[in-house]
């Protein structure tokens, strides 16, 4: 099986650590992979997007044209990518920042005030690992057992305060139950 | 994947270097090959060796050509339009057979063109690039794993053969991550060369480095004994990984990231019954001539697919001798075709509905 992931939204929401999570855990369930960003003159509050894919078999294209998952942080991103989702595939809206629904009928929307939950925890910059809690309960293309491990290997040396609350965000999305 | 780390392309090459022996970098930074260089810069104090961001990119190939002189495994990286500055010193490191290794990390052009990804330096790489008679070994790694490899192979083959090795990536490899298996480190035993400069101690006689031969007949006998060593490189070192190409009818030519946007095309012909396969050249000089000659022998006609506005496409036909159509499939400036745009080709080519 092969997962192609696309996670789109503004510089600074964590875009590409969103990826770079995926793709430690891909590897640490012994997947094939790739991770790939978007780079070019972008900054904090520019866009940003990030393909990750994920598969039982070498990969071909890195690059994510169809996506099978959508994760969208802001509406630039909804609006570009929406239609470009495989019938069938998932969205998954930051409903916090994107006020519209998503129009298309064919794929499965879910929607997680990600940020706004961020915000009331005290955790307003880990909003994208709360979008993957979210995913990783909706959707079966990595497993959640291990999550502790993956964090680690991406959280650097540097930051290993934020491992606790960086497990604590993915948590919140998992465990999310919508009012 | 226990022994696997996730690294970008960029990354991997730098650590590969440093495992294969490297000890001097000389640089200057440019989208998006800079994580070579800031990989080098954290790395190089730690093992004894040389970081040097240069004052420019002509700087920093001159000072290539001194450590290569040396019998040293020395490298530099840029993209493209700072690989176009590094031309002249590439040309003279040439001219004085030393090995070394050039990283292009390509991205679109010309001038100062874009930042994006691109293999439109194919030309440059592969037919010379700096002035005179001259052949650089070219490899062109598709995936982080061979980002590593072909560093490693880049700087056996640039040794064996005493001249320099190009790596010719792309943004989208350099700037991908990937798990990837790295060597163990060799360690660093550095053996006189016959030919390097490195003090005679007053107990042999002298060395000498040079590309400045004023008599013609000194000259032109320099550059037989330079082809003759190229021919002996053709005939030993063309690479390429073959992919479904056993029973087909159809052959697609591709190398870098448009090899495997193209294997995701080749896989979905299959799926359409088309019989057709993939010819992924690894070594772009020497270019893996005798295969595609095969290949046109069984197949009723290739596509060429890369990032420019078609540059291989004419070793493809060459290789070939033009005994079967060569259609191109590009995009250029920084656009990466799609697996779907490549399926079209090929359906052109066997004469489908999507002509």
């Known amino acids: ?179 | 994947m226990a022994n696997k780390v996730l690294m970008k392309g960029n990354e991997a090459i730098a650590e590969a270097a440093i495992r294969a022996g490297c000890r001097h970098y000389f640089g200057y930074p440019i989208t998006p090959q800079t994580e070579v260089a800031a990989y080098m810069a954290k790395r190089m104090p730690k093992v004894g060796g040389t970081f040097l961001q240069a004052e420019s990119e002509v700087a920093a190939i001159n000072m290539v050509y001194g450590v290569a002189s040396t019998g040293r495994r020395v490298m530099t990286s840029s993209s493209s339009p700072g690989i176009s500055l590094k031309q002249e010193g590439i040309s003279y490191i040439a001219g004085s057979d030393l090995p070394c290794l050039v990283v292009n990390v390509q991205r679109g052009g010309p001038g100062l063109g874009g930042i994006q990804p691109s293999q439109s330096d194919y030309f440059q790489a592969t037919k010379g690039g700096g002035h005179g008679d001259y052949h650089l070994i070219v490899l062109a790694p598709s995936s982080v794993q061979e980002m590593a490899d072909m560093t490693t192979l880049a700087f056996e083959l640039a040794d064996k053969y005493r001249m320099p090795a190009m790596l010719l990536a792309d943004g989208t490899i350099g700037q991908m991550m990937e798990p990837v298996e790295l060597a163990e480190p060799e360690e660093v035993v550095f053996t006189e060369k016959d030919w390097a400069v490195t003090g005679t101690k007053m107990q042999r006689k002298h060395h000498i480095v040079n590309s400045l031969y004023l008599n013609p007949e000194v000259l032109e006998q320099k550059n037989m004994e330079r082809f003759a060593r190229y021919a002996e490189i053709e005939k030993e070192e063309a690479r390429y990984e073959s992919f479904l190409m056993e029973d087909a009818e159809y052959c697609v030519v591709a190398f870098g990231i448009a090899a495997r946007v193209s294997k995701n095309a080749v896989v979905a012909a299959r799926k359409e019954g088309i019989k057709v396969g993939l010819i992924r050249p690894i070594t772009l000089w020497p270019f893996p001539k005798e295969v595609m000659a095969k290949a046109a022998d069984r197949v009723k006609g290739f596509v060429s697919v890369e990032l420019s506005m078609g540059q291989m496409i004419e070793d493809v036909k060459l290789s070939i001798e033009c005994r079967r159509p060569v259609l191109l499939c590009n995009r250029t400036g920084g656009m990466i075709m799609s697996p779907d745009e490549v399926l079209n080709s090929i359906r052109a080519l066997c004469g489908g509905e999507a002509k």
Not at chain 1, 27 to 36: D, F, H, N, V
Not at chain 1, 145 to 151: K, P
């Open chain 1, 1 to 179: 099986m092969t997962t192609q992931i696309l996670i789109a939204g503004f510089g600074g929401q964590g875009i590409l650590f969103a990826g770079k999570f995926l793709a430690n855990k891909g590897m640490l369930e012994g997947r094939y992979l790739s991770w790939l960003p978007s780079y070019g003159p972008e900054m904090r509050g520019g866009t940003a997007n990030c393909s990750v894919v994920l598969s039982d078999d070498p990969v071909g294209s890195p690059i994510v044209n169809h996506p099978d998952v959508l994760i969208v942080m802001n509406l630039p991103s909804l609006d570009k990518y929406e239609d470009a989702v495989v019938p069938g595939g998932t969205i998954f809206v930051d409903s916090t920042l994107i006020e519209r629904k998503v129009n298309r009928q064919d794929v499965k929307s879910i929607y997680i005030p990600a940020t706004k939950i961020a915000q009331q925890n005290g955790i307003p910059t880990l909003a994208n690992m709360i979008l993957l809690g979210k995913v990783m309960k909706e959707t079966e293309f990595v497993s959640y057992q291990g999550i502790e491990e993956a964090v680690r290997s991406v959280v650097s040396a540097k930051h290993a305060d934020l491992y606790e609350l960086n497990l604590k965000a993915i948590r919140m999305g998992y465990e999310y139950q919508e009012q």
